[in-house]
């Protein structure tokens, strides 16, 4: 084989501009859009469910926190990363959620990047849905365990292998709601199915915990999953609870594992004090008012009936999650730049972040929009809409 010649340094990254040109031509082109701190946007894209991020008891306790312990952790959980507010948060999460034990890590990225690859490895088999977030994925790729993507849904497709498997551990790894449609997984029937075979089953309940189940306690919690043996849960501080991290919930063995060789908490810097407080906060006023979930429901139903009676090819949350279908990726970042110029902000998501292909808008209910804002948005969204979005 014959090495190549060297490059001269100035080329050495030439590459990234014919990558760059592809992304271009097929309208993948992503960019960052700094916000202010104020605008009179509406905000359908975020994922602050519950409205809390700015709610002056969440960011109150943020700032009181950081006060008090300072502006970073200062380490990994096991060296000085850990604080009190650390452990109370981890011991509120778990009774309110029913489990015995919870881990907070640094997102929910990183969350689920630990509990995937520490809950499997060489001898495990994985089984994952095929529209699994891509943290989940990637937690797979590194897991060195056999890996099967099956079909969405199906809880057949997921059966089928896991009786098939080569290798004496199982996982099934799902999410709870899928974000990109919003749809709910089936989460009792999958359960029975992990049983059946000896799996254990990973349930990511980033977009379920905080709007769904008793008070917001979660997708798992609803299903009667809650403190099970062989269920292990994740979720995000950043989506319901309005702050930053995430976390693991599950038997305390599990936890404990989690501590001794998820290398995403292991080697990690410690999520900062100030938004541990936070999500504490929000936790605490979730508590306070279960019926925030209940609006969330309300108001994403509203608004997706609302756009399915103008003509959009939206889907029926299970949750908070809407997608609006748009033909084609370059109409689905033009559609969402011409609601943005009229005050809408929502999200658009294109692949590789759609794994059907179908690009789309994507919106987000919250439990403090007004009727006059979902009002809003119909009007704008259905004006703003490209030849080849109605149903």
């Avoid at 630990?114 to 088999?125: P, R």
């Avoid at 089953?201 to 379920?208: E, I, R």
């Avoid at 902000?345 to 059907?356: A, E, L, Q």
Wanted: charged content about 20%.
């Amino acid at each position: 084989m014959t090495t190549p010649p060297a490059l001269p340094p100035e080329e050495v990254f030439d590459w990234l501009d014919t990558e760059a040109e592809k992304r271009a031509n097929a309208g993948l082109v992503r960019q960052l859009r700094p916000r202010p701190a104020k605008t009179d946007e509406l905000d359908l894209a975020g994922n602050d469910y519950l409205g809390l991020a700015r709610d002056k008891r969440v960011a109150g306790a943020a700032a009181a926190a950081a006060l008090r312990w300072g502006a970073g952790s200062t380490g990994s959980r096991l060296v000085t990363g850990s604080t009190e507010l650390h452990t109370e948060l981890e011991l509120d999460l778990a009774r309110f959620c029913g489990v015995q034990a919870a881990l907070v890590f640094s997102s929910g990225f990183a969350a689920n990047l630990g509990a995937v690859t520490a809950l499997s490895g060489s001898e495990s088999a994985i089984v994952t849905d095929k529209y699994i977030h891509a943290s989940l994925i990637e937690g797979c790729r590194l897991s060195r365990a056999d890996v099967a993507a099956v079909a969405h849904a199906t809880p057949s497709a997921i059966e089928n292998a896991l009786a098939t498997r080569r290798k004496p551990r199982a996982l099934v790894v799902t999410d709870s709601v899928f974000s990109v449609d919003g749809d709910l997984a089936p989460l009792a029937e999958l359960a029975g199915i992990c049983r059946s075979h000896g799996a254990a089953m990973l349930v990511d309940d980033a977009h379920g915990f905080g709007i769904l189940g008793d008070g917001g306690r979660g997708a798992v919690h609803a299903a009667g999953l809650s403190g099970a043996p062989d269920v292990v849960t994740t979720l995000t501080l950043s989506k319901s609870l309005g702050a930053q991290g995430g976390a693991v919930l599950g038997p305390r063995r599990v936890i404990k594992h989690l501590v001794d060789t998820a290398r995403s908490f292991i080697f990690d810097t410690a999520l900062a004090p100030a938004s541990a407080a936070a999500a504490l906060a929000a936790l605490h006023a979730l508590k306070e008012e279960p019926g925030l979930a209940g609006k969330v429901l309300e108001n994403a139903g509203n608004l997706a009936m609302s756009l399915q009676a103008a003509g959009l090819k939206a889907s029926l949350p299970d949750a908070a999650v809407i997608s609006v279908q748009a033909p084609s990726a370059e109409a689905a970042v033009a559609w969402a730049g011409a609601c943005a110029e009229q005050g809408i902000r929502v999200g658009c998501f294109r692949p590789p972040s759609v794994p059907d292909g179908i690009s789309r808008l994507r919106l987000t209910a919250r439990a403090d929009l007004t009727e006059s804002d979902v009002d809003r948005a119909v009007k704008v969204i259905t004006a703003t809409a490209p030849r080849g979005a109605t149903a």
